[in-house]
């Protein structure tokens, strides 16, 4: 058997607060934030509660899945304005059929510190092709290295992870990466344990990573994470739900029970200048 490897900072957790997404609604949770000003109300209570980053999608005006520009711009626009130095991190995917300049255009224009990129293409079980093909991959990666931009690698199976290292090998991606694990999609690998630990040992030397379960999964990632010494990543885009049949309060409840669980193992929430540190960004 492998040995356990960690990689990270055993002492600092980076919490990552994923505020929105493209696909939970406020059906599914009325406290789900989807205009500008309710994502960057939520991002500074998740900076308050402890969060070093906020993961950013935006709707449009009815709420749906959206890359529109001018939603990104106010929403960071407040975030930034009201003094908040949370490290951003803005999605590169946003949902469906979005041409790869919408895709792009975020992170190009305002240079957050972090942009996700999706290393590969996935069904989304019986539902829809989450297309993410090797043109745009490439354009996407030299795209973020102009930008100044620091690529999260999401990864949902290890199918991407070995794309995501492909691109390292090719200088597409610059050394130390940094990834996101993500268990549970429809389509991609199962959030257990099992599943966490076999792609953290198949992590390239010298990295960074976080981790997170979708809906059921998530508690147990989150724990499993903490224990691994991983950074994690919590919030109403993975999971409406605080526990089972239990809707989550806010993003800002799912930042303030990773910081009871991390101070029981003796670990303490980075701040976002200490997630800079860590991760190599300005
Ligand atoms: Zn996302």
Redesign the pocket.
Known sequence: MLETRRLNDKNKVIVTA?LT??VTTKKNNPNLPTQPKEIAESALACYEAGAAAV?I?VRDDEDNASMRYDKFEEAVGLIRGAGCPVVLNL?S?GGQGFSWEERMKPFIELKPELA?FDAGTMNWLNSVVFMNEPEFLELCAAEMIKAGVKPEIEVFDMGMLNTAKYYIKKGLIKEPAHFQLCLGAPGGMEATTENLLFLVNHLPEECTWSAFGIGKGANEIMMASLALGGNVRVGL?DNVYYNAGQLAESNAQFVERVKRIAGELGRTLATPDEAREILGVK
Do not use: V
Request: no cysteine; hydrophobic share 20%.
């Open positions: 994923a997404g493209a993961h999608h999605t995917s996700s885009e």
